[in-house]
């Protein structure tokens, strides 16, 4: 084979997972020949660029918590760190909190997972429906015991932090491709390259799946099943008559419904729910925010009862359906066989803390953070992740 198509490392998928991969493993090691292949690089259809964004400290399980305080630092010193030849990114990183309404049932497990977080030195309080509405006036608290606030919790460009990842991936030598691989190579239980629509052959005795909600289809090329799924979340951008008097955090109700407001005085809404199609489906139904999501946040926000439906847009998810947790490591049947997988929705805010613990397991390094939790060995003994409340 060609020497050109030969790498260290193949990296299929060039969204936050396989940038932040490719940028830590060629930090790590500049003289790694690192190559991704992405099957658009506009990102169109990729999750990290059709996602509603969100960096939260808000997990009931430990490592999902440091995972975001990491990117919590990442995210802080981003602009200064990702400057490169004098080109500053502007990722409009806005610290406007979370906040989880509770009812009485979960509010036990609310507040064990709020004083866990705590412990970590996470910045969470707990809110008295009095506190909420005084300092939201616009929510109707009744019938909830209260709420969760993670004051440090927010958003941020995602498309900036992506190629802010990227632009300094490629100034450490890795390689972005625009081809889509339709296979991995596989010899005595060993990953030996990838095949592409394009016809082309490239060797690696590493191959990193950061297919995203794609990632399945991928590991099924090589005999391996994964438990995640392709599962359609749509978003709303409203203009509401009535303007909060200041920015509202994201705010989720137990139902699953969240919005939260956008530069220039719009607000953002989804939810997550049990019908939600399965499958690489980008429509997005105007009569789902209609008839199901506007009564429900009109009745939480009664002053958006008034309010002009802008526009919307549908992105997937990878729901890991053993336990919605990630899925990170090396495939225990396939030597060099890597897997960054099944974020549920995650992903976005884990992708720093994920890309240097990839490169890290890569480079037989010592983990900064041990993930170990998250070994893709728990998808074959069908053990999942004991956790309850907010993953």
Known sequence: MDSKNRYDVIIVGGGIMGSTTAYYLTRKDPALKVAVI????AYTQASTTLSMVNARIQFCLKQNVQISQYAFDVLEHFEDDMTLAGNRPSIAYHREGNLFLHEEPAAAGAKASMAMQKALGCQVQWWSPEEIKANYPLYATEGFTG??????????DAYAVLMGYKANARAQGAVYIEDEVTGLVVDNRQITGVKTAAGATYASAVVVNCAGAWCTELAGTAGV?????PVKRQCFCLDTAVKPDGPLPLTVLPSGLYFRTETGGMVLLGKSMDDDPVGFNFTWD????????????????????RLKLVRGWAGLYAVNT????AILGEWP???GFYLANGFS??????GPAVGRYMSELILDDTPTLD????????????????????V
């Open 371 to 390: 993930l170990s939790i998250f070994n893709p060995r728990r998808i074959l003994e069908g053990k999942p992740l004991a956790e309850g409340g907010i």
């Open 286 to 305: 105007q009569n789902r925010f209609m008839d199901l999501l506007w009564p429900e946040l009109a009745e939480f926000v009664p002053a958006f009862e």
């Open 345 to 350: 929705g995650h992903g976005l805010q884990q």
């Open 333 to 335: 049947e396939i030597k």
């Open 322 to 325: 053993l336990d919605d947790n």
């Open 147 to 156: 709420g969760t606030f993670g004051a440090q919790d927010g958003h941020f």
């Open 225 to 229: 099943d994964l438990p995640v799924k």
């Open 38 to 41: 992405e099957r658009d690089l």
